[in-house]
């Protein structure tokens, strides 16, 4: 009965409210009905009696005075009038009918104000409890204003109707409100709450894999259709069930395609039951204040795409930094949140940050710091001591909540995510040599004459090398690694197996290239639209005129070679004129780290050269390049994906560019052409896309022509030769691939452990000594 009355509550509530306010509508209506009669009535009455009264007025005398009194005695009969009275200019009465008393023996104000303003005029007012309304026409004699008509109506009259309004509104909304109450509660009950709740009971049993076998329902369309098909639900699902996990566990050995069911099994298996552990900067979840609630936001990454069915599998803790508005209002008192939201399996545990922690360590270390030194484009890095000491002290507070969440955990595995986090492997190596560590590197590492540069190189690499495990996406950036430890560090670098042997400790240096879910047939439920479908949708949108479209997706950054490739569609306008009018290019540029000055800056100058290239091209509808300065969904990119027909990544510099490959994955049609830089790691895998130097502007505005001139049977054999690729090198065998090494990796964890750092430091005290 309580979750009946639950239900019904809002109904009675807003039938109620409804109600009210409609009576109250009513009654504010007849009260503005009725007097704007009156009003209505009191201006025609007065106007009548004034042309009447007039002539007497002007010849004055007692002859005259008795004919007014006559007409203001006439007049006085209508209905729902208090008296008449006429004035002379100095207030004083003239004539006034037997109704009215003393009050009336001068002037009041409104007929002093309809005298003087030479106009009709209104009023309210009351004698004793009786409410009154006054109106008021000045008299005229030889043209000028010389007295004043007065009309006194009583309004009670209207108070009364407006209270029997009232009551009978007021008696109507509580009849509806019963009637329409007594009638939700008799259907809830009886027709819905009572099969809903069997129904949400066996599909609870169906979820758990507990039960196949159905509850009655009663009979009745919508019930049938209910039982129909949660009936086919429970069969399929079990025999879904059963044969995901037969054929991963079949699979785990074969180099077949990797799904999330297979690599949920497969580590399962590897884990041995123990939880993983993830840190890293960005959280799987982010909680926003939203306007009537909290929001929660899922980032779009492959990371959470890959390794979320492993936390799930293994009850992991991922930890994070919490950067929501709203995300400590959802956390237990240690922090703590149990995610997905819809099925909570894992632990997301958050880690605060205050605003100068944050610029110190994320603004200006990583990202002024680090960032552009392993990013050959030609931006400076700066490296600033208090920066360095943010970035040390925030790693050390990730490390101990590591080391917090590891307690209790025999021979813990822990993957840490990227370059915010070069310290913390050896932090948490140090106080549990038992750990199994890996660190993923989703950037480049730079060459050694390069990363020397960083006055802190010695303390980066070491840090990293308290890792069992460290991953990039190529194996040149593997070998940069290799040379810059051999020149900052003293340790023994093993080149025939990529290791590290630091003081006893070995670390090993693998390629592990990181990529997309790629979506199966069936796998959508979506209907998309063709090509050409979506194009001419999107250009409707846009407000643009284009029979071809290029796409463009980055976070406006300087390291992906915006403005190179704006010049590039330039120079390829000027050469194929006949183009002009026909193609337009839409980049999505999303706004990135628009606190760092130059990436501020770097927005400007990729606008700027927007609008001066449009200036040069633009015609009417059509323009050459469409700059989206804003965020978009992965659904929303992929219709763009869809409807274009090249893709140009022209990174100057990248680890490895997933836009590349999403591109690829998006195309089921197998249409569309990839122009790719060969400075981007995805070049060492899609070698049937179009290769280029980003920097020659030549050479893509001769791969844009080619692209478009492109015929459809070669389309399609590129595209189905690198589909292949992704399809079989997805993110699910990514994940698999490093926790497979790391799970495999023999860790001999010592009795006390000391970092070779210390180490070293120590013996050179001792030879000074010496």
């Known amino acids: 009965m309580r979750t009946t009355l639950k239900i019904v509550l809002p109904l009675i509530v807003s039938v109620a409210v409804v109600s009210l306010l409609f009576a109250a509508y009513q009654v504010r209506t007849e009260r503005k009905n009725l007097r704007n009669d009156l009003s209505r009535r009191a201006e025609l009455l007065a106007e009548s009696l004034q042309e009447s009264i007039e002539p007497q007025f002007e010849k004055g005398g007692r002859g005259s005075e008795r004919a007014m009194q006559r007409l203001v005695d006439r007049f006085a009969q209508r209905e729902h009038m208090k008296g008449i009275a006429v004035y002379q200019a100095d207030g004083s009465l003239l004539v006034m009918t037997s109704t009215l008393g003393s009050p009336f023996q001068s002037a009041p104000q409104i007929a002093l104000q309809a005298f003087a303003r030479d106009k009709g005029d209104s009023d309210t007012g009351s004698i004793g409890e009786t409410p009154l309304y006054f109106y008021s026409l000045p008299l005229h004699r030889d043209g000028k204003a010389a007295g004043a008509l007065l009309l006194i109506y009583d309004t009670s009259y209207i108070d009364s109707r407006i209270l029997h309004t ?273 660190i993923f590197w989703h950037i480049p590492w730079a060459n050694p004459e390069v990363f020397g540069i960083c006055p802190w190189q010695r303390e980066l690499v070491d840090g990293l090398l308290g890792a069992d495990l460290i991953g990039f996406h190529t194996q040149t950036h593997c070998n940069n690694f290799l040379e810059t430890v051999d020149r900052a560090l003293e340790a023994l670098t093993e080149w025939d197996r990529f290791a590290v042997n630091r003081q006893g400790h070995v670390t090993l240096v693998r390629p592990y290239p990181i990529s997309v879910a790629f979506p199966e047939n069936g796998s959508d439920n979506r209907v998309w639209k063709s090509s050409g479908e979506e194009r001419a949708a999107l250009c409707e949108e846009l407000g643009i005129e284009a029979s071809l479209l290029g796409i463009g997706v980055d976070r406006v950054d300087y390291t992906k070679g915006i403005l190179e490739r704006f010049r590039g569609i330039e120079r390829f306008l000027e050469i194929h004129p006949e183009y002009q009018k026909r193609f337009s290019f839409v980049q999505i540029g999303a706004p990135s780290r628009t606190d760092i000055p130059r990436y501020g800056q770097f927005l400007e100058e990729v606008s700027v050269e927007a609008e ?39 990174s100057l510099h990248d680890g490895m560019n997933l836009v590349a490959k999403e591109f690829i994955a998006s195309r089921e049609d197998e249409r569309g052409v990839l122009i790719l830089s060969t400075f981007a790691g995805a070049a060492l895998e899609l070698t049937d896309s179009l290769l280029i130097n980003p920097y020659d502007v030549q050479q893509l505005a001769g791969a844009i022509f080619r692209s478009l001139e492109m015929p459809e049977d070669e389309q399609a054999a590129r595209m189905r030769h690198m589909r292949k690729n992704i399809r079989e090198h997805n993110i699910y065998r990514w994940a698999a691939n490093l926790l497979s090494d790391l799970t495999e990796i023999r860790i001999d964890a010592p009795e006390r452990f000391e970092s070779p750092a210390r180490q070293e430091e120590a013996g050179h005290v001792e030879a000074e000594h010496k």
């Not at 001066?612 to 050459?624: L, M, T, V, Y």
């Not at 978009?632 to 409807?643: G, M, Q, V």
């Open 612 to 650: 001066r290239i449009n200036a040069r091209f633009q015609n009417g509808r059509w323009k050459p390049i469409l700059l989206l300065r804003k965020h978009h969904s992965h659904k929303e990119i992929t219709r763009f994906y869809r409807a274009a027909s090249v893709c140009l990544v022209t």
């Open 166 to 438: 009232l009551r009978d509104s007021l008696l109507t909304a509580l009849l509806e409100t019963i009637l329409i109450t007594a009638l939700a509660l008799v259907l809830v009950r009886w027709t819905f709450m009572d099969p809903l709740r069997k129904t949400v009971k066996w599909l609870q049993q169906l979820r758990r894999g507990e039960s196949h076998k159905g509850h009655a329902l009663p009979r009745g369309e919508l019930f049938d259709q209910i039982n129909v098909e949660v009936t086919h639900l429970a069969r399929d699902l079990g025999a879904a069930r059963a044969a995901a996990e037969e054929e991963a566990r079949l699979r785990d050995t074969n180099a077949t395609q990797w799904t999330a069911e297979r690599l949920r099994v497969s580590l399962r298996n590897k884990l041995h039951n123990k939880p993983l552990y993830v840190v890293s900067n960005r959280e799987p979840y982010i909680h926003m204040l939203g306007q009537r609630e909290i929001e929660t936001i899922v980032p779009a990454s492959g990371v959470v795409t890959a390794l979320e069915p492993v936390l799930v599998a293994c009850d992991g803790t991922w930890i994070a930094h919490g950067s929501g508005t709203a995300d400590r209002q959802m956390v237990d008192a240690l922090d703590h949140l149990r995610v997905p939201p819809d099925h909570p399996s894992y632990t997301l545990r958050r880690v605060w940050l205050n605003a100068e922690e944050e610029k110190g360590y994320y603004q200006g270390f990583a990202n002024e710091g680090l960032w552009p030194l392993c990013h050959i484009a030609h931006t400076r890095p700066t490296f600033r001591p208090e920066d360095w000491a943010y970035y040390q002290e925030v790693n050390r507070r990730f490390a101990d909540a590591v080391l917090q969440e590891m307690e209790g955990t025999e021979s813990p595995i822990l993957l840490a995510q990227d370059y915010h986090f070069a310290l913390l492997p050896r932090m948490v190596k140090e106080a549990r040599p038992d750990a199994r560590i890996a």
